[in-house]
């Protein structure tokens, strides 16, 4: 009995689950960011960096042997309309690793880097093909989740340019921003003149803010410094939060779901590009703002890693859907 539980756990096992990777390596790199404006060390960046690696290993093993077990619920959830946008989750994980691992050891971050890229060009061409000749999705389907290959593109050239592919760099940046746009005008589409999102789907409106904020990074690393374009992307996603923000009691009255990483990864994104304006501009209001990002953000996937460890313990996840 006992045999046939952990088996029918690793059928359940869901592809979003590589979400907490992504919220643990934008809290790990948003630490490096702080240290590094503060210009001072705590000396936990490796045991950060150390941990997000563990967990992406156990993860990893995990989606890996359902793989090989449980093949057809694998291409089950290729075949979701809302599943199917996590599967890049998985290259953004190595991609976010890589530049964690920036300022630890660059020996591992390129070929992690080299790793995440490769595998998130397949899934974005895969993920966009299937959008293209699908024959069973609806506009309810339609989903912030659906943003995520487009920030996995603009994540690129975040390490892609300190370890000097500057030109596969551009041509990542380009489809993410690109595909941010279309995203952008068909999901405002959808919530405006559709049925509201489900409960559980509702913590992934955060992910709105990842496009513009991520963007921002990348374009400051691509372009050298900040302008008129940079502060587009910036104080978009500085707007996208404060809307969020400003609806926090909608989303405290929500049961916990496996969703709720989606709060951690876009807020950690906003944090390191605030310290990012904060740096080259040197006003203290972007200081500020970081600096209560970062508390919050910590708070948050503390809170976050307790519910997900709960949720595990009394086995309210890697269950079969109603």
């Known amino acids: 009995m006992d045999n046939l539980q952990q088996e029918n756990r690793l059928e359940n096992f869901p592809v979003s689950f590589f979400s907490v990777i992504m919220g643990l390596a934008g809290l790990t790199i948003a630490w490096e960011k702080a240290q590094h404006v503060f210009n001072i060390h705590l000396g936990i960046n490796p045991y950060l960096v ?3 690696s563990t967990v992406f290993i156990i993860l990893l093993l995990i989606y890996g042997s359902k793989l090989l077990l449980r093949r057809q619920s694998v291409i089950k959830e290729l075949k979701h309309p809302v ?3 996590f599967f890049p989750s998985i290259s953004i994980s190595f991609l976010l690793l890589s530049i964690a691992f920036l300022d630890v050891n660059e020996t591992i971050a390129r070929p992690l880097w080299m790793i995440g890229a490769t595998l998130h060009l397949g899934f974005t061409l ?3 093909s299937t959008w293209m000749h699908h024959e069973h999705f609806k506009v309810n389907h339609i989903n912030p989740a659906w943003f995520i290959p487009a920030v996995g593109n603009v994540l690129v050239p975040i390490a892609g340019v300190a370890l000097g592919y500057m030109d596969i760099s551009w ?5 993410g921003m690109l595909f941010w746009v279309i995203l952008l005008t068909i999901f405002f589409n959808r919530i405006l003149f559709h049925d509201p999102l489900d409960k559980h789907l509702l913590p992934t409106l955060f992910i709105m803010i990842a496009p513009p904020a991520v963007g921002f990074i990348a374009y400051m690393r691509l372009n ?6 940079a502060h587009f992307l910036y104080y978009v996603a500085l707007f996208l939060t404060l809307l969020l923000l400003s609806q926090v009691r909608r989303f405290i009255r929500l049961p916990f779901f496996l969703s709720w990483w989606a709060y951690s990864f876009p807020l950690a994104a906003i944090t390191i590009a605030s310290f990012i304006v904060y740096e080259n501009t040197q006003n203290t209001v972007y200081l500020w703002i970081a600096s209560s990002l970062l508390a919050l953000v910590t708070t948050l996937v503390g809170i976050i890693i307790i519910a997900t460890l709960n ?3 009394k086995k309210g996840i ?5």
């Open 50 to 52: 150390g941990i997000t």
């Open 171 to 175: 041509f990542f940046f380009s489809i």
């Open 318 to 322: 890697c269950i079969a859907e109603h």
């Open 311 to 313: 949720t595990i313990r």
């Open 126 to 128: 895969y993920v966009i």
């Open 224 to 229: 050298g410094g900040i302008d008129n374009f």
């Open 83 to 85: 599943k199917l946008s």
